[in-house]
T-cell receptor, first 112, second 113 residues
Framework: SAVISQKPSRDICQRGTSLTIQCQVD?????MFWYRQQPGQSLTLIAT?????????ESGFVIDKFPISRPNLTFSTLTVSNMSPEDSSIYLC?????????FGAGTRLSVL | GDSVTQMEGPVTLSEEAFLTINCTYT??????LFWYVQYPGEGLQLLLK?????DKGSNKGFEATYRKETTSFHLEKGSVQVSDSAVYFC????????????FGDGTTLTVKP
């Protein structure tokens, strides 16, 4: 299994500011994944973070808006930049281990 | 592309009632199938899984059987409890697409005492 810790668990931010979300895994993994869950909706993959290379973004998501760092095999950060109320969501970190996908508890972001 | 269709919610049941949440999928190849549960204010937790046709996943009294002929993976529980109130997500994952699971829209279950 995998234990994933995310920080912060929730935040309320002002429009135009940025928030960096941290994700720590209890074991080394090749890829880490960032998802967004908008209110009342399912999960949407934002990007895949590989250690030592740039993240791979899904359609509709860009690096300038969601820069990602992956400095080592157990840690990643996702920044939500220049926030607007439409960015209010739950952001989830995930890893795939032994053919099972595990998730952190999520970061609940509200943008005013 | 791949897709997962879940029974629309919300679902409201009385305690000890029988639960079925329908899930069907469309995918090429042979995906693994999963049910995740999200309790209020928490992230997704894996509830159960099945990796090939006719496999039955089970956990905490919940069961689901991988039916390839009907492309289904319905979640069942014989007697629900108030503590089962949560959002349930059906998902598929392909070995060739690790980490990129396809999720259904989620079904909200409320169990009343």
């Amino acid at each position: 299994s995998a234990v994933i810790s995310q920080k912060p668990s929730r935040d309320i931010c002002q429009r135009g500011t940025s928030l960096t979300i941290q994700c720590q895994v209890d074991s080394q993994v090749t890829m880490m994944f960032w998802y967004r869950q908008q209110p009342g909706q399912s999960l949407t993959l934002i990007a895949t973070a590989n250690q030592g290379s740039e993240a791979t973004y899904e359609s509709g998501f860009v690096i300038d808006k969601f820069p990602i760092s992956r400095p080592n095999l157990t840690f990643s950060t996702l920044t939500v930049s220049n926030m607007s109320p439409e960015d209010s969501s739950i952001y989830l970190c995930s890893v795939d281990k032994q053919n099972i996908q595990y998730f952190g508890a999520g970061t609940r972001l509200s943008v005013l | 592309g791949d897709s997962v269709t879940q029974m629309e919610g919300p679902v409201t049941l009385s305690e000890e009632a029988f639960l079925t949440i329908n899930c069907t999928y469309t995918a090429t190849g042979y995906p693994s199938l999963f049910w995740y549960v999200q309790y209020p204010g928490e992230g997704l937790q894996l509830l159960l899984k099945a990796t090939k046709a006719d496999d039955k996943g089970s956990n905490k009294g919940f069961e689901a059987t991988y039916r390839k002929e009907t492309t289904s993976f319905h979640l069942e529980k014989g007697s629900v409890q108030v503590s089962d109130s949560a959002v349930y997500f059906c998902a598929l994952r392909k070995a060739t697409n690790a980490g990129k699971s396809t999720f259904g829209d989620g079904t909200t279950l409320t169990v009343k005492p």
